[in-house]
């Protein structure tokens, strides 16, 4: 470097860290079924271990190159897949009737997120410091929100011709 300014856009001045969208592992599972009477059974489940959060770390103060901001360090608790993080499980069911030689109308059923799984976001990410009195941050790692709605339900026609 000849000058100060030059050394700062070197790319060892930019670390490497994960993105926001950084989830590590997801499985989608789809399916379709035919059962008796023309019904149609199909189902979309999703099983995710989870969004990253960034970490605000202050265990060592807030004195320069004390404090650390770790870009999306911070992971989800539970074990994939079974116990995943994010989990949704959608069911339809459908039923087409032929009304005339070239048009059939369908009356479908839908539930989205049939097991009401809260899928959490908004962790607590903040890392007090090492000698605070108040001791550690008894919520780091504990989600604030809600980031997928509830349970649905929705009924459904079509026109096809």
């Known amino acids: 470097c000849l000058a100060a300014t030059q050394c700062l856009n070197q790319v060892k001045n930019f670390p490497r860290h994960p ?69 949704s499980f959608d069911f339809r069911l459908q039923k087409d009737f032929l009304i005339a030689n070239l048009v059939s109308v369908g009356v479908s059923g839908e539930v989205f997120n049939a097991t009401n799984h809260n899928n959490f976001g908004c962790f607590e990410n903040f890392i007090r410091i090492a000698n605070d009195p108040a001791g550690p941050n008894p919520n780091f790692g504990k989600p604030n929100c809600v980031t997928t709605p509830a349970r649905r339900f929705q009924v459904g026609l079509n026109v096809a011709f």
């Open 19 to 87: 993105t926001a969208n950084d989830e590590r592992n997801r499985i989608v599972f789809s399916g379709i079924l035919g059962l008796p009477w023309d019904l149609r059974f199909s189902t979309l489940i999703t099983l995710g271990s989870g969004l990253p959060y960034t970490i605000l770390d202050a265990t060592n103060g807030f004195g320069p190159n004390e404090f650390q901001v770790r870009l999306n360090e911070g992971r989800q608790k539970g074990s994939f897949p079974f116990d995943a993080p994010y989990q």
